[in-house]
């Protein structure tokens, strides 16, 4: 019986674990991680900007940009709105709850994830998904421009 109730706080911790909402997470959002600086996404959005100018016209498009869920180290949705903005495109936010939109648009999402010692950008629109990796110079800063853009999906 003392074996029994040593283990109750276990249990408890437990039973309040699984009463915990879990973040919300749908798979069709963005997704930044948190290494990402702000640096970094103001790099990012400007060249993710600079290359949809092409298969999407500024001035033309109106963009479904999709946010990640959690604004907690979301260092790039920001950046993002103000370049496709300052470029001319109308821009829509879906609503990170529930991936729902207000009107009509191209749905747009980037996920920026770090790996070997830079970060891959990905962005995600019209079945098409065009990635490309930044490496970091000497002194810790993402090199412009990247890796040239590989392009998967129909065009």
């Known amino acids: 019986m003392a074996r029994l109730l040593s283990l109750a706080p276990l249990a408890a911790a437990l039973l309040l674990s699984a009463c915990a909402a879990p973040p919300i997470s749908r798979p069709s959002m963005s997704y930044v991680a948190p290494e990402i600086t702000a640096s970094d996404a103001k ?24 946010p990640p869920s959690s604004t907690d180290h979301d260092t790039l949705t920001a950046p ?31 996920l920026a994830t770090p790996a070997l010692n830079g970060v891959v950008l990905r962005l995600q629109f019209q079945s098409i998904e065009a990635a490309s990796f930044y ?19 129909e065009k």
């Open 135 to 153: 490496p970091r110079s000497a002194d810790g800063k993402l090199v412009p421009n990247g890796t040239p853009i590989t392009v998967r999906g």
């Open 80 to 110: 993002m709105l103000d370049a496709l903005r300052a470029r001319g495109y109308g821009v829509t936010v879906v609503d990170p709850k529930t991936g729902t939109a207000t009107g009509d648009g191209v749905p747009l999402r980037y």
């Open 43 to 66: 790099l990012l959005a400007a060249d993710s900007v600079a290359y949809l100018a092409d298969p999407l016209p500024p001035a033309k498009t109106t963009v479904l940009l999709d």
